[in-house]
């Protein structure tokens, strides 16, 4: 696998993700540290943002960009692996979810909005 060319799609950084797993020699058997470390990689985001106003958040992400590239990064990769450990392929279920949230919050037009490659 090419580690060095551009993830374009959500399976193909999945697919990624387990390559490197396997690679390391890791296990890829349901891990509840993964769970943590989601949630540590969360809270350390929301602490930058905490006890600010909204005009304080905006000005503070404008700023700061490169903690948040980082940190939904960190999140995307744990994600994936995660989902790898539980047998979830990732854009089945972001799939599944993204029409179960549109339906109930009754974006009927979100679809045709939506660009597409």
Known sequence: MDVKKTIETMKESQALVQFFAERNAWKDIPNVDKFDHLHEELIE??????????????????????????????????????????????????NMVKDEILVKYDHKDSENNIVKK
């Open 45 to 94: 985001m929301s602490q930058h943002l905490r006890y600010k106003s909204e005009e304080e958040r905006i000005q503070f992400v404008k700023q700061n960009k490169d903690i948040f590239v980082d940190g939904i990064g960190d999140l995307f990769f744990g994600l994936c692996r995660l989902a790898n450990q539980l047998d979830v392929d990732v854009e089945e279920a972001f």
